[in-house]
């Protein structure tokens, strides 16, 4: 009989902390995002600030230019997670007399999806991960199950209009709602991401989070173990990136 007693109190304490764990909403998290993911978004001007005329810019991918990342919470036990993408590009074009019919593109590479890196976890103020565990935690990312890099290369993002949304961002720029489609493991689904853009003739940015789910694209989040590790529905892709105009465009 007292042998049950270590486990009685081992699977009370365990569920103890999965409830814990898994007790904020959905809310709750999202002021969880890290976002803005850095404090000098430059001085430039609104959108509405250029004068008529098509613009088109690209994305600096750098990691000391430009981050791209996705934040997960846990479900149960566990801890957080942060994902960055370290291979990507993307591009914006848009004159501010016809803001509607702008072309914003960024493609992503599963493959250069780098998840627990020590910087993103300082960012997000979370305890650095050992090596051994960021390389099972990206075997398990890549898996069938999840982003099935096997059969799905990119996750891709395609906008379809933009538009002035009457708010104002952080620091005092319009935010522009950008409406598009988002292709993550081979399922397409419309999405609204809010940008706050600063911008002048030669240089762009942009930044702001889109909050969507594992199940709209058709899979479930990573569990193990029964649902003792598991993480939540919820993907919030936070976005905070710099860019030059092209030459001649």
């Known amino acids: 009989m007292q042998s049950r007693y270590p486990l009685a109190l081992a699977a009370a304490l365990l569920g103890a902390a ?12 999202r002021e969880r ?3 803005p993911a850095r404090d000098d978004f430059p001085g430039l001007g609104g959108v509405e600030s250029l004068s008529p005329l098509s613009r088109t810019y690209t994305f600096d991918p750098g990691l000391g230019s430009s981050h791209l990342f996705v934040q997960l919470f846990t479900a149960s036990l566990g801890h957080d997670h942060v994902v960055r993408a370290t291979d990507w590009w993307g591009s914006l074009a848009f004159d501010p007399a016809n803001l509607s019919a702008c072309a914003v593109t960024v493609t992503v590479q599963v493959e250069g999806l780098d998840p627990e890196r020590d910087e993103m976890r ?6 650095h991960v050992p090596l ?3 390389e099972q935690i990206r075997e398990h990312l890549r898996a069938k199950e999840q982003l099935n890099l096997e059969e799905h290369k990119s996750i ?8 002035l949304t009457g708010e104002k961002g952080r620091d005092g720029r319009s935010v522009v709602a950008v409406t598009g489609d988002l292709t993550l ?12 853009v600063a911008v002048d003739e030669e240089r762009v940015a942009a930044r702001g989070v889109l909050s969507t789910r594992h199940s709209d694209f058709g899979f479930e989040p990573y569990s193990a173990m029964g649902g003792l590790f598991k993480n939540k529905d919820e993907l919030y892709f936070v976005v905070d990136v710099r860019g030059q105009r092209v030459t001649g465009k």
């Open 156 to 163: 891709e993002f395609t906008s379809k209009s933009c538009a």
């Open 132 to 134: 051994s565990d960021r």
């Open 33 to 35: 995002v890290t976002f």
């Open 18 to 29: 999965s409830l814990s764990a898994c007790g904020t909403s959905p809310t709750q998290d």
């Open 122 to 127: 300082d960012l997000t103020g979370q305890e």
């Open 185 to 196: 493991r081979g399922v397409t689904r419309e999405v609204v991401l809010p940008l706050e």
